[in-house]
């Protein structure tokens, strides 16, 4: 008995020893090299808990060896055991390594460990049960001064508002991310993808050209709240979003709004990348088994090795939030305090690659006759390079992305019926967006983030405001994303020279005549150079992608190659005029003017 005693205390002790050296390794990746980490703060006692049920499991099982076999649960095997496993925990975090050397290296260690403990039993014992305490201790001291300073640092913004204007509105961003328009039946799609945004559009405005500053999650989200071009700030793909502008959530504070944002998308949208800036309340990362799991380095480590997922059948992000569970955060949120008008910000990431959605969201748009064996087929497809898949296979992965949307589209009735139970709706301006597109083999891309062709850029919007945006209202010229703050500061009644964020209202489309709702704005939409990562052949690997859309027209320049569409008679851009002789004036023009816009930003950035 005292024997099996001593085995989980060992374990616990060990768990907590590996914990440490796992967070002493993230603060050095932080502080130190400023990588980003791609963790909760709150790791601070999620990674020791998240070893010690590592390794007190392993520790049930050497006393069930113990049964059998009573060496199992010796001193020297208990520390060769765990010893190994704490190297092993240590070593997954070098992503150089692979597994057959990190193994190799665990056992040795493990297996000195083991050599130097047995000899030394009673000053081991002595050590370990004086210091377990201690480190427990410090766990329970380190997560909750942690949570206590974040409780008090939202609590001092709220209380350090300045009271709002009498009967403001509240105002609630959706972002569904990685959502193109092109597969949403509110713009015409032959699936029927958004029954729900469609019925809520029909009660303001949408605008079927509206387009992403980018085509991947980071500088769009940028633009949004800070109303700036990419090329007017810092974030890009290892750069975060740096404090010398005002953000959305910033300014709205200081007008007296609670601020709260509740993201799904756990890589981009998070405390590191300072799309947060400003949320009284932002909540990236919540407690969760993903999430537990993502803490510790063994087990995240294991559980992202694809013979592990296909052993489980399990092929999703660990960790993911779905829509489900980001409404109920965001209206657990709102209901704590109804006296001030909120802004708040949700991203919602079903739709995201892998596409993973629920039953029977899952199979809403597969194949007639298709069964269980192609059903889990199809999943597993999410581990496959998309290069690689067959054109059956790429339809699959456009079916299982259908079908997230529609998942995402139906948790926003959801959302949308619980702010109507609460009386609040009418009083609050909505605008659902995607940030940016998503290819599925289109001009040789997948996924996203490789180029600027319209399925990476296009993507829904839609405005509502009962009482101050018309209903039933199409925009169909190009719009920006990035006019987002400037539109919500003249609709709040906000907009005049204390204003800081930039931009101009959409507002001028709804209240123009049909030529300029048909025309829209000239907009950009840009990605710098990826010095590393996808195919190499992409555009975003040969060079800065810059693209220009002055409707019809969408020119796209990359180094010295230049590319031009004409939209209105070729929508998915198949038929390049760069080179037509009747076009090449045309394509110059543009390339000039596309010149000149950055030329011109660099020097008002500069000035």
């Known amino acids: 008995m005292k024997r099996t005693a001593n085995l989980w205390l060992l374990a616990a002790w060990c768990a907590l020893l590996t914990a440490g050296g796992e967070l002493a390794m993230r603060a050095a990746q932080k502080l130190v090299l400023h990588r980003y980490i791609y963790l909760s703060r709150e790791i601070v006692w999620m990674t020791p808990l998240a070893d010690l049920i590592l390794f007190l499991g392993v520790a049930a099982l050497l006393s069930l060896l113990a049964l059998v076999v009573p060496r199992a649960s010796s001193l020297r095997t208990s520390a060769t055991v765990f010893s190994a496993l704490g190297a092993m925990s240590i070593l997954t975090m070098q992503p150089w390594m692979t597994w057959w050397a990190m193994l190799a290296l665990a056992l040795g260690f493990g297996y000195q460990m083991g050599v130097i403990a047995a000899p030394r039993e009673a000053l081991v014992w002595r050590l370990v049960r004086v210091t377990t305490p201690l480190l427990l201790a410090a766990v329970v001291i380190a997560g909750g001064g942690q949570r206590l300073l974040a409780a008090r640092a939202e609590k001092a913004a709220n209380t350090q508002a300045p009271p709002p204007p009498s009967g403001a509105p509240n105002v609630l961003i959706i972002v569904w991310d990685a959502v193109r328009a092109q597969n949403l039946s509110l713009h015409g799609y032959g699936r029927p993808t958004t029954p729900t945004l469609s019925a809520i559009a029909a009660g303001g405005v949408t605008f079927e050209q509206a387009i992403a500053t980018a085509p991947y999650t980071l500088p769009t989200h940028a633009s949004v709240f800070t109303g700036l071009w990419p090329h007017e700030f810092t974030a890009s793909w290892e750069d975060p979003l740096d404090a010398s502008m005002p953000t959305l959530a910033e300014v709205l504070g200081k007008r007296g709004y609670r601020t709260g944002a509740f993201s799904a998308n756990h890589i981009l949208v998070t405390w590191e990348y300072g799309l947060l800036r400003g949320f009284a309340r932002a909540q990236d990362y919540v407690l969760s088994r993903g999430e537990l799991a993502r803490s510790s380095g063994l087990i995240k480590w294991a559980m992202e090795l694809d013979a592990v997922r296909q052993a489980f059948n399990w092929y999703d992000v660990l960790g993911r939030r779905d829509a489900p569970d980001i409404r109920t955060s965001f209206l657990r949120w709102a209901d704590a305090d109804t006296t001030r008008p909120f802004f708040a910000f949700l991203n919602v990431y079903d739709a995201h690659d892998p596409y993973l959605p629920p039953a029977p969201f899952d199979t809403m748009f597969a194949p007639p006759g298709m069964g269980r064996e192609g059903h889990e087929r199809a999943k597993a497809n999410s581990l496959v390079s998309r290069p690689k898949l067959s054109k059956e296979d790429v339809a699959r992965q456009v079916d299982l992305y259908d079908g997230a949307i529609a998942y995402a589209d139906q948790d926003l ?123 190499d052949w992409y555009p975003v690997r040969l060079g800065n992608v810059r693209s220009l859309l002055a409707w019809p027209y969408h020119v796209i320049t990359v180094k010295d190659s230049v590319e031009l569409y004409d939209r209105s008679a070729d929508a998915g851009e198949h038929v390049d005029l760069a080179r037509d002789p009747n076009s090449r004036a045309l394509r110059d023009t543009l390339v000039a003017a596309l010149q000149r816009w950055r030329q011109n930003a660099v020097k008002a950035k500069l000035q």
């Open 413 to 535: 009735g959801k959302l949308i019926a619980s702010l109507k139970e609460r009386g609040r709706l009418d009083n609050t301006m909505l605008v659902v967006i995607g940030d940016h597109g998503e290819s599925f083999g289109e001009h040789g891309m997948h996924t996203h983030g490789n180029d600027t062709y319209a399925e990476a850029i296009h993507v829904p919007m839609v405005i509502v405001m009962p009482g101050k945006v018309p209903a039933g209202v199409r925009v169909a010229g190009n719009t920006s994303v990035r006019d987002i703050p400037a539109t919500i500061a003249e609709l709040l009644g906000l907009a005049g020279p204390a204003w800081p964020l930039p931009g101009t209202s959409l507002s001028r489309f709804w209240t123009a005549d049909s030529l300029v709702r048909a025309v829209g704005d000239t907009v950009l939409s840009e990605v710098d150079f990826l010095p590393r990562g996808g195919e």
